[in-house]
C-alpha cells in the first residue's frame, strides 16, 4: 500500500486561503466604508483570491525564516525568554508584510470591487501600478503593522509558552495552534478595520490632502459610531482562529522537518 503523501507547505497554505477566504470576504465589505451591501453583499465572495493565493506562501516563509534566525539570534533566554519571542515576532511581522501588503491592497479593493465586478488581480494590480506607482502597493503599510505587532506580540510568546506547558505535562509536543490564535484579535480589529479603510481611499496624497491615521479613527468614531471600530470581528476572529491553526501547525511542520532532515 503506498505511502500517504503529505501535503507541501506552499498546498497547505493555498488550501487555507481556498477554504476561508469568504470569511475574509465578509470582513473587508463589513468594514468598508461603503457599507456590507454596496460593498458587494455575499455575491463573489471569492474576488481577489489570486493576489492571496501569489503572496500567501512567500510571506509567510518571510516571516517563518526571520522569526526562526531572530530567535536564535537574540540573546535572551530562559525568563527573558517570551522577550525574545516578542521581538522576534515583530521583526518577522515586518518583513512579511513587505510581502503580504501589496496582496493585501489588491485583494481589499477586489473584495469590495473598486475596479468593477469583472476586473481581475492583475488587472487591478496594472491599475494601482498606473495610478500610484510601486508606493500604492504599500498603501496601509503602517496601519497594517500597527495591526499585526500588537497582536503577534501576544500571539508568539504565549503561543510558545503554551507548547512548553503542554509538553511537560503531556510528555509530547501537542500543537493547540488555534488557543494561542484566537488571543488578541478582537483587540486588535480597531486597526483592522482603519488598515482597510487606508487601503480602500483612493486618493492620491501627493495630490490631495488625506486624513492622518488619529483623525482617520476619530472620523469613524464620530461619524459611524464605536460599532464601526469592530465591523466584522466576528468573522475576523473565526478567520484568524483557523488561519493561526493552520499557519502554526505548518510552522511546527516545517521546523521539525528540517530538523529531521
Known amino acids: ?34 457599507g456590507f451591501v454596496k460593498a458587494g453583499g455575499f ?14 506562501a512567500p510571506g509567510a516563509a518571510a516571516f517563518f525564516s526571520t522569526y526562526e534566525a531572530m530567535k536564535h539570534s537574540i540573546p535572551l533566554h530562559d525568563q527573558l525568554a ?17 510581502i503580504r501588503v501589496p496582496t493585501e491592497v489588491i485583494k481589499t479593493r477586489m473584495q469590495t470591487s473598486m475596479y468593477g465586478a469583472s476586473t481581475s488581480s492583475f488587472k487591478a494590480a496594472t491599475l494601482v501600478l498606473q495610478h500610484d506607482g510601486v508606493r500604492g502597493f504599500y498603501r496601509g ?9 500588537p497582536f503577534t506580540s501576544l500571539q508568539f510568546p504565549l503561543y ?6 503542554l509538553s511537560k505535562h503531556l510528555d509530547r509536543k501537542p500543537l493547540y495552534a488555534h488557543e494561542a490564535a484566537v488571543c488578541g484579535t478582537a483587540l486588535t480589529t480597531p486597526l ?16 490631495q490632502q488625506v486624513p492622518s491615521l488619529p483623525m482617520r479613527l476619530r472620523q469613524i468614531y464620530v461619524q459611524e459610531g464605536a460599532k464601526a471600530l469592530f465591523a466584522g470581528v466576528v468573522p475576523r ?4 482562529s483557523a488561519g493561526g491553526a493552520v499557519f502554526l501547525g505548518v510552522y511546527e511542520w516545517a521546523v521539525h522537518g528540517l530538523m529531521s532532515a
Request: charged content about 25%; hydrophobic content about 45%.
Open 1 to 34: 500500500m503506498a505511502a500517504e503523501r503529505k501535503p507541501t507547505f506552499f498546498q497547505s497554505l493555498v488550501r487555507f486561503d481556498l477554504l476561508f477566504f469568504p470569511i475574509d470576504t465578509v470582513k473587508t465589505r463589513l468594514q468598508s466604508a461603503q
Open 43 to 56: 455575491r463573489g465572495i471569492y474576488k481577489g483570491v489570486g493576489s492571496v493565493v501569489v503572496g500567501s
Open 82 to 98: 517570551p522577550v525574545n519571542h516578542m521581538l522576534s515576532a515583530s521583526v518577522a511581522e515586518v518583513a512579511a508584510c513587505l
Open 141 to 149: 503599510f503602517l496601519t497594517t503593522i500597527m495591526r499585526e505587532i
Open 160 to 165: 510558545e509558552f503554551l507548547k512548553y506547558r
Open 192 to 207: 483592522d478595520v482603519l488598515k482597510t479603510r487606508v487601503m480602500l481611499d483612493l486618493r492620491d496624497p501627493s495630490k
Open 237 to 240: 476572529t473565526m478567520w484568524i
